[in-house]
């Protein structure tokens, strides 16, 4: 079964400024995603990767195959980036999730 | 530990026949979810209920159906199954927010995904 494990788990960062979140697995797998969840609970799928980087807006994502990892960046942070921030990966044994990473942009 | 807990990880129907999947967690949350997954589209939200026989439609409820009539089950119904309806469907649950207003963000739990084949 795979094991995934997001950094940090909580984060508390200023307006403006350059945030990472970093997902591992430990198994390979087809696709990872990144999942944006707001208060009141709806979730937002992001990205969907299975190699290379992606791009939307002030959003960024890249994941190494051989590594088994992937990032989660937000340039120029604004608090409505505040939200909780969730990988998955989706391998043979269907999806399993991170436990997220509490972020919250203060003013 | 807390559970959100799918009926079937693999599921194989034909086209025409009615589908339940259910989910059912252990946590007492209001908010239940059922999305649906594909790939290149992500995550995409089919229903939501937010009470006991409340309900919302997402973003894509076209040919589908929910049920809640317990707090802790969330059934998800293809009337009549389609093979467009081939998916990775996943169930989730959260807190109403207005519950614990010392939590700033209502953390969501997941099911592990029903991964549907409609021949």
């Known amino acids: 079964k795979n094991e995934v494990e997001q950094s940090p788990q909580n984060l508390t960062a200023q307006e403006g400024e350059f945030i990472t979140i970093n997902c591992s697995y430990s198994v390979g797998i087809s696709a990872l995603h990144w999942l944006q969840q707001h208060p009141g609970g709806g979730i937002v799928s992001l990205f969907m990767?299975?190699?290379g980087k992606k791009k939307h807006g002030r959003l960024i994502a890249t994941i190494n195959i051989q590594e088994k990892h992937s990032s989660l960046h937000i340039t120029a942070s604004h608090p409505r980036d505040s939200a909780v921030y969730i990988c998955a990966v989706e391998g043979a044994d269907g999806l399993t999730f991170g436990k997220g990473t509490h972020l919250i942009i203060q003013p | 530990d807390v559970k959100v807990t799918q009926s079937s990880r693999y599921l194989v129907k034909r086209t025409g026949e009615k589908v339940f999947l259910e989910c059912v967690q252990d946590?007492?949350?209001?908010?239940m979810f059922w999305y649906r997954q594909d790939p290149g589209l992500g995550l995409r939200l089919i229903y939501f209920s937010y009470d006991v026989k409340m309900k919302e439609k997402g973003d894509i409820p076209e040919g589908y159906s929910v049920s809640r009539e317990k707090k802790e089950r969330f059934s998800l119904i293809l009337e009549s199954a389609s093979t467009n309806q081939t998916s990775m469907y996943l169930c989730a649950s959260s807190l109403y927010p207005g519950r614990d207003p010392g939590k700033l963000n209502t953390e969501a739990f997941f099911g592990q995904g029903t991964r549907l084949t409609v021949v």
């Open positions: 990767l299975s190699s």
């Open positions: 946590m007492d949350h209001e908010n």
